[in-house]
T-cell receptor, first 114, second 113 residues
Protein backbone atom coordinates (compact mmCIF):
# COMPACT_ATOMS: atom_id res chain seq x y z
CA UNK A 1 0.00 0.00 0.00
CA UNK A 2 1.73 3.14 -1.19
CA UNK A 3 -0.76 5.85 -0.33
CA UNK A 4 -0.91 6.92 -3.96
CA UNK A 5 -3.84 5.60 -5.98
CA UNK A 6 -4.13 5.72 -9.75
CA UNK A 7 -7.15 4.97 -11.91
CA UNK A 8 -7.74 3.34 -14.22
CA UNK A 9 -5.08 0.60 -14.02
CA UNK A 10 -5.46 -0.20 -17.71
CA UNK A 11 -6.71 1.93 -20.58
CA UNK A 12 -7.05 1.24 -24.29
CA UNK A 13 -7.97 4.23 -26.40
CA UNK A 14 -8.17 5.18 -30.05
CA UNK A 15 -6.19 8.03 -31.49
CA UNK A 16 -9.28 10.23 -31.70
CA UNK A 17 -10.50 9.58 -28.15
CA UNK A 18 -10.30 11.83 -25.14
CA UNK A 19 -9.61 10.25 -21.76
CA UNK A 20 -8.26 11.23 -18.38
CA UNK A 21 -5.96 9.55 -15.89
CA UNK A 22 -6.54 10.21 -12.21
CA UNK A 23 -4.15 10.19 -9.27
CA UNK A 24 -4.89 10.72 -5.60
CA UNK A 25 -2.39 10.81 -2.75
CA UNK A 26 -3.25 10.27 0.91
CA UNK A 27 0.19 11.12 2.32
CA UNK A 28 -0.22 14.83 2.94
CA UNK A 29 2.49 15.66 0.43
CA UNK A 30 2.69 19.00 -1.34
CA UNK A 31 4.18 17.94 -4.67
CA UNK A 32 2.87 15.59 -7.34
CA UNK A 33 4.41 14.27 -10.54
CA UNK A 34 3.58 12.50 -13.76
CA UNK A 35 6.18 10.11 -15.16
CA UNK A 36 6.15 8.09 -18.37
CA UNK A 37 7.78 4.67 -18.45
CA UNK A 38 8.34 3.07 -21.84
CA UNK A 39 9.98 -0.25 -22.51
CA UNK A 40 13.77 -0.13 -22.24
CA UNK A 41 13.84 3.57 -21.36
CA UNK A 42 14.46 5.38 -18.10
CA UNK A 43 11.59 6.95 -16.25
CA UNK A 44 10.75 10.22 -17.98
CA UNK A 45 9.54 13.10 -15.84
CA UNK A 46 6.63 14.82 -17.58
CA UNK A 47 5.13 17.35 -15.16
CA UNK A 48 5.76 18.61 -11.64
CA UNK A 49 3.27 20.39 -9.41
CA UNK A 50 4.35 22.09 -6.18
CA UNK A 51 1.53 23.39 -4.00
CA UNK A 52 -0.89 22.97 -6.96
CA UNK A 53 1.27 25.12 -9.24
CA UNK A 54 2.94 23.59 -12.26
CA UNK A 55 6.66 24.11 -11.87
CA UNK A 56 7.99 21.88 -14.58
CA UNK A 57 6.91 20.76 -18.02
CA UNK A 58 9.57 18.69 -19.70
CA UNK A 59 8.73 19.55 -23.30
CA UNK A 60 5.69 17.34 -23.22
CA UNK A 61 3.43 17.51 -26.31
CA UNK A 62 0.22 19.47 -25.86
CA UNK A 63 -1.86 16.33 -26.40
CA UNK A 64 -1.04 15.67 -22.72
CA UNK A 65 -2.70 18.21 -20.45
CA UNK A 66 -2.22 18.03 -16.67
CA UNK A 67 -4.55 19.41 -14.05
CA UNK A 68 -3.97 19.75 -10.31
CA UNK A 69 -7.09 21.07 -8.54
CA UNK A 70 -5.57 20.60 -5.08
CA UNK A 71 -2.47 19.11 -3.51
CA UNK A 72 -4.07 15.67 -3.22
CA UNK A 73 -5.35 15.19 -6.75
CA UNK A 74 -3.68 15.15 -10.12
CA UNK A 75 -5.13 14.45 -13.54
CA UNK A 76 -3.63 13.84 -16.95
CA UNK A 77 -6.03 14.63 -19.78
CA UNK A 78 -5.30 12.83 -23.02
CA UNK A 79 -6.46 13.66 -26.53
CA UNK A 80 -5.44 12.71 -30.05
CA UNK A 81 -2.66 10.46 -28.81
CA UNK A 82 -0.28 8.50 -31.01
CA UNK A 83 0.59 4.80 -30.79
CA UNK A 84 4.07 5.74 -29.52
CA UNK A 85 2.39 7.26 -26.47
CA UNK A 86 1.57 3.75 -25.28
CA UNK A 87 3.39 3.29 -21.98
CA UNK A 88 3.00 2.94 -18.24
CA UNK A 89 2.08 6.33 -16.77
CA UNK A 90 3.11 6.73 -13.16
CA UNK A 91 1.99 9.30 -10.66
CA UNK A 92 4.14 10.11 -7.65
CA UNK A 93 4.08 12.46 -4.69
CA UNK A 94 6.68 13.85 -2.34
CA UNK A 95 7.18 16.48 0.32
CA UNK A 96 8.93 19.51 -1.18
CA UNK A 97 11.36 21.26 1.09
CA UNK A 98 13.01 18.09 2.28
CA UNK A 99 16.54 17.66 1.05
CA UNK A 100 16.06 13.90 1.12
CA UNK A 101 13.36 13.87 -1.53
CA UNK A 102 11.60 10.53 -1.63
CA UNK A 103 8.96 9.83 -4.22
CA UNK A 104 6.05 7.55 -3.52
CA UNK A 105 4.51 6.06 -6.62
CA UNK A 106 1.10 4.82 -7.58
CA UNK A 107 0.66 1.51 -9.33
CA UNK A 108 0.47 3.19 -12.71
CA UNK A 109 -1.92 3.22 -15.64
CA UNK A 110 -0.99 0.95 -18.51
CA UNK A 111 -2.04 2.93 -21.58
CA UNK A 112 -2.39 1.41 -25.03
CA UNK A 113 -3.15 3.68 -27.96
CA UNK A 114 -4.59 1.88 -30.98
CA UNK B 1 21.79 17.82 -16.76
CA UNK B 2 22.35 15.17 -14.12
CA UNK B 3 22.66 11.62 -15.43
CA UNK B 4 22.69 8.35 -13.55
CA UNK B 5 24.12 5.25 -15.17
CA UNK B 6 23.20 1.87 -13.82
CA UNK B 7 25.04 -1.35 -14.47
CA UNK B 8 24.46 -4.01 -15.40
CA UNK B 9 21.23 -3.40 -17.30
CA UNK B 10 20.25 -7.07 -17.11
CA UNK B 11 21.29 -9.72 -14.64
CA UNK B 12 20.13 -13.34 -14.47
CA UNK B 13 21.46 -15.47 -11.62
CA UNK B 14 20.66 -18.64 -9.70
CA UNK B 15 19.06 -18.68 -6.29
CA UNK B 16 21.67 -18.38 -3.55
CA UNK B 17 24.17 -16.31 -5.55
CA UNK B 18 25.35 -12.84 -4.55
CA UNK B 19 25.19 -9.80 -6.81
CA UNK B 20 26.03 -6.12 -6.92
CA UNK B 21 24.31 -3.38 -8.90
CA UNK B 22 26.03 -0.06 -9.50
CA UNK B 23 24.71 3.47 -9.94
CA UNK B 24 27.20 6.09 -11.14
CA UNK B 25 27.14 9.77 -11.97
CA UNK B 26 29.46 12.69 -12.50
CA UNK B 27 27.09 14.84 -10.45
CA UNK B 28 26.84 15.20 -6.71
CA UNK B 29 23.51 14.33 -5.14
CA UNK B 30 22.10 15.43 -1.81
CA UNK B 31 20.56 12.00 -1.40
CA UNK B 32 20.07 8.84 -3.38
CA UNK B 33 17.18 6.42 -3.35
CA UNK B 34 16.85 2.82 -4.46
CA UNK B 35 13.51 1.52 -5.69
CA UNK B 36 12.28 -1.90 -6.78
CA UNK B 37 9.59 -2.25 -9.41
CA UNK B 38 7.65 -5.38 -10.28
CA UNK B 39 5.89 -5.83 -13.64
CA UNK B 40 2.78 -3.71 -13.98
CA UNK B 41 3.37 -1.93 -10.69
CA UNK B 42 4.91 1.35 -9.61
CA UNK B 43 8.39 1.56 -8.08
CA UNK B 44 8.53 0.97 -4.33
CA UNK B 45 11.08 2.82 -2.23
CA UNK B 46 13.65 0.53 -0.59
CA UNK B 47 16.08 2.95 1.03
CA UNK B 48 17.44 6.49 1.05
CA UNK B 49 21.12 7.23 1.64
CA UNK B 50 22.21 10.72 2.52
CA UNK B 51 25.73 10.87 3.93
CA UNK B 52 28.85 10.18 1.86
CA UNK B 53 30.16 6.71 2.75
CA UNK B 54 26.89 5.72 4.39
CA UNK B 55 26.00 2.02 4.46
CA UNK B 56 22.48 0.79 5.11
CA UNK B 57 21.28 -2.77 5.42
CA UNK B 58 17.81 -4.10 4.72
CA UNK B 59 17.83 -7.83 5.48
CA UNK B 60 19.94 -9.35 2.68
CA UNK B 61 20.31 -6.02 0.85
CA UNK B 62 23.23 -3.70 1.54
CA UNK B 63 23.24 -0.17 0.13
CA UNK B 64 26.27 2.10 0.03
CA UNK B 65 26.59 5.77 -0.89
CA UNK B 66 29.96 6.82 -2.29
CA UNK B 67 32.18 9.13 -0.27
CA UNK B 68 31.74 11.89 -2.84
CA UNK B 69 27.97 11.31 -3.07
CA UNK B 70 28.22 10.62 -6.81
CA UNK B 71 27.68 6.89 -6.84
CA UNK B 72 25.98 4.07 -5.01
CA UNK B 73 25.84 0.31 -4.97
CA UNK B 74 23.29 -2.31 -4.00
CA UNK B 75 24.55 -5.71 -2.91
CA UNK B 76 22.21 -8.67 -2.48
CA UNK B 77 23.41 -11.70 -0.55
CA UNK B 78 21.98 -15.16 -1.23
CA UNK B 79 19.46 -13.93 -3.80
CA UNK B 80 16.00 -15.45 -3.83
CA UNK B 81 13.37 -15.63 -6.60
CA UNK B 82 11.36 -13.03 -4.70
CA UNK B 83 14.15 -10.53 -5.34
CA UNK B 84 13.32 -10.56 -9.05
CA UNK B 85 12.40 -7.12 -10.34
CA UNK B 86 13.63 -3.86 -11.82
CA UNK B 87 15.95 -2.00 -9.47
CA UNK B 88 16.09 1.75 -9.97
CA UNK B 89 18.38 4.29 -8.40
CA UNK B 90 17.34 7.94 -8.22
CA UNK B 91 19.31 10.96 -7.13
CA UNK B 92 18.00 14.16 -5.62
CA UNK B 93 19.80 17.33 -6.66
CA UNK B 94 21.54 19.61 -4.24
CA UNK B 95 18.98 22.38 -4.71
CA UNK B 96 16.95 22.96 -1.59
CA UNK B 97 13.60 22.52 -3.31
CA UNK B 98 14.28 18.82 -3.44
CA UNK B 99 11.49 18.26 -5.91
CA UNK B 100 13.40 16.70 -8.75
CA UNK B 101 14.67 13.14 -8.91
CA UNK B 102 16.92 11.85 -11.66
CA UNK B 103 16.38 8.17 -12.36
CA UNK B 104 18.78 5.64 -13.77
CA UNK B 105 17.70 3.25 -16.52
CA UNK B 106 17.32 0.40 -14.07
CA UNK B 107 18.75 -3.07 -13.63
CA UNK B 108 16.43 -5.94 -14.47
CA UNK B 109 17.24 -8.76 -12.07
CA UNK B 110 15.99 -12.31 -12.55
CA UNK B 111 16.69 -14.88 -9.86
CA UNK B 112 16.06 -18.41 -11.06
CA UNK B 113 15.04 -21.12 -8.59
Amino acid sequence: ETGVTQTPRHLVMGMTNKKSLKCEQHLGHNAMYWYKQSAKKPLELMFVYNFKEQTENNSVPSRFSPECPNSSHLFLHLHTLQPEDSALYLCASSQVGHLNTEAFFGQGTRLTVV
Amino acid sequence: TQLLEQSPQFLSIQEGENLTVYCNSSSVFSSLQWYRQEPGEGPVLLVTVVTGGEVKKLKRLTFQFGDARKDSSLHITAAQPGDTGLYLCAGAGEETSGSRLTFGEGTQLTVNP
